[in-house]
């Protein structure tokens, strides 16, 4: 039973992947005419000015398809921070396409990662989180787990690749777990894709005060982050 609904959802995620590509043409082009140099030189070790965007246009119908297979991949295989290609989705497409495409990619990342994790168990997870993480974490698949996932979900800086293995071999259904992963996810997704649209516009101050903001909460989350997780786990056991 286990195994045809396994195999029944590697056919939607599939599915799903083939719908992008077909809806990819109908889907917006990246915006042309950025701000001075004609490009976004965010860090020189993932993209140089103006070349990733003259690279999606290149693509042209496929494009969107590639932006949003490219998010889901850094989840998968994250050699690339999030946090950069939420801002580069922002950044060529505008705020809410770019947040739609971002959030198209996150959850598919997500999907595949949980279904791996799912599909070749603890082994898997624990090549890059430990037993007593995992220990730790077991709660989490209870019903007031379910609220503390949605908030690690939503506090960035959180490695969200690690949570959705974690989830993956806990008992937690699929159904929840696409919800809380793709909500959770959306208010840092947000701000990213604006930090992005603001940098395309121009809008530099408004884009460093939300970059100064994301960070400060990045930074928080970090520097507290046994404090947050001791709180959360608190929150979870039934009283």
């Keep these: 039973m286990r195994t045809r609904k396994l195999l029944k959802r590697g056919a939607v995620l599939a599915a799903v992947v083939l719908a992008l590509f077909l809806t990819s043409p109908y889907a917006p082009a990246p915006l042309v005419g950025t701000g001075e140099g004609g490009g976004l030189s965010l860090t020189a070790s993932y993209w140089s000015e103006g070349k990733t965007q003259q690279f999606l246009l290149s693509l042209g119908s496929y494009s969107a398809v590639t932006l949003v297979l490219f998010q889901a991949s850094q989840v998968v295989v994250p050699p690339v921070p999030g946090e950069l290609v939420g801002i580069l989705a922002g950044y060529l497409y505008g705020t809410w396409v770019g947040f739609l495409f971002s959030t198209l990619g996150l959850t598919l990342g997500s999907w595949v990662v949980f279904e791996l994790a799912r599909v070749l168990g603890r082994p898997f997870v624990e090549r890059t989180v430990s037993r007593r993480v995992l220990a730790r974490m077991g709660f989490l698949s209870t019903n007031r787990g379910a609220v503390v996932c949605f908030l690690l979900f939503a506090v960035p800086g959180i490695p969200k690749d690690y949570l959705c293995g974690l989830l993956g071999v806990s008992r937690m259904s699929f159904a929840t777990f696409m919800l809380l992963c793709t909500l959770g996810r959306m208010p840092a997704t947000y701000v990213l894709a604006l930090q992005g649209a603001k940098f395309h516009g121009q ?12 960070c400060a909460i990045v930074l928080a989350a970090y520097l507290y982050r046994e404090r947050l997780f001791m709180w959360l786990h608190a929150r979870s056991v039934p009283e």
């Design 203 to 214: 809008g530099y101050l408004e884009a460093g005060l939300v970059v100064a903001a994301f």
